[in-house]
């Protein structure tokens, strides 16, 4: 079955270490895109990727970064100079043409906890 | 800035009390309006699109509707396993990403 995969599901982090989050798709989608959802706030958007080798801040790519080196995989590191990084990371996928362009589909999500 | 508003909050239903989600936008020349529904621990899940105002969408016991600023989510005789919370999101920057509300906590109670 077609999807996306996030790993891992759960992960601690000690202050000062950055950590990476693994994101994989099987869909064949060309976009690719990272949010971080807090308890009472909306999805924001750290990062997205509509093609390889290139990608975009979103609203809060500050102390985060991201590669595409291939179509299927998106992954995102969490550097030490994130101030705030406790949070559920969700990972998305979306084809940009055809009938289901731009439907989002998401990953199961990965939630860090700084220690 | 593009804006999405949710409300309420958090919505307590019994088993077969019927009720509607709300979703207002502000955003120029909409390009689609969004509904994903998130099981907790989850990553959300894809609903219904609507493009233009009058649409409607339905599938079982959800329906969404659009005008110009709003959107509806309508339950009809709601079920315990409709119980999640409810994303709307609208797109910005020429569909480059989407925008989305904080969401509708329902709880349906046997």
């Known amino acids: 079955d077609g999807g996306i995969t996030q790993s891992p599901k759960y992960l601690f982090r000690k202050e000062g270490q950055n950590v990476t989050l693994s994101c994989e798709q099987n869909l064949n989608h060309d976009a690719m895109y990272w949010y971080r959802q807090d308890p009472g706030q909306g999805l924001r958007l750290i990062y997205y990727s509509q093609i390889v080798n290139d990608f975009q801040k979103g609203d809060i790519a500050e102390g985060y970064s991201v590669s595409r080196e291939k179509k299927e995989s998106f992954p995102l590191t969490v550097t030490s100079a994130q101030k705030n990084p406790t949070a559920f990371y969700l990972c998305?996928?979306?084809?940009?043409?055809?009938?289901?362009?731009?439907?989002?589909?998401f990953g199961a999500g990965s939630r860090l906890t700084v220690l | 800035e593009d804006q999405v508003t949710q409300s309420p909050e958090a919505l307590r239903l019994q088993e077969g009390e019927s009720s509607s989600l709300n979703c207002s936008y502000t955003v120029s020349g909409l390009r689609g309006l969004f509904w994903y529904r998130q099981d907790p621990g989850k990553g959300p899940e894809f609903l219904f699109t609507l493009y233009s105002a009058g649409e409607e969408k339905e599938k079982e016991r959800l329906k969404a509707t659009l005008t110009k600023k709003e959107s509806f989510l309508h339950i009809t005789a709601p079920k315990p396993e409709d119980s999640a919370t409810y994303l709307c999101a609208v797109p910005e920057r020429g569909f480059q990403k989407l925008v989305f509300g904080t969401g509708t906590r329902l709880l349906v109670s046997p």
């Open positions: 998305a996928s979306s084809s940009l043409q055809g009938p289901g362009a731009n439907v989002l589909t």
